[in-house]
């Protein structure tokens, strides 16, 4: 099973005017930390997730989905 999982967070930082430093920052990790995330190449725990949501004030859902992107034989 491939899961895809795709996230907002520059829709979300750009809506605020935040730069991924202004994040980064809030959430007490590093701007390459930010840059990583929003080009899927950081596999975040389940608490960061949480506290991205929660810094946008949003829930999780609003921030991150998945995609099954297995493919499938008939």
Request: overall charge positive; cysteine-free; glycine content about 0%.
């Amino acid at each position: 099973m491939i899961i895809l999982i795709q996230n907002r967070i520059i829709v979300l930082r750009a809506e605020r005017r935040w730069t991924q430093e202004d994040l980064a920052k809030r959430l007490d990790v590093t701007r390459q930390t930010i840059s990583s995330i929003e080009r899927n190449k950081y596999n975040l725990s389940l608490r960061l997730a949480f506290q991205i949501a929660n810094v946008f004030e949003t829930n999780i859902e609003n921030v991150f989905s998945w995609e099954d992107n297995t493919e499938r034989n008939h």
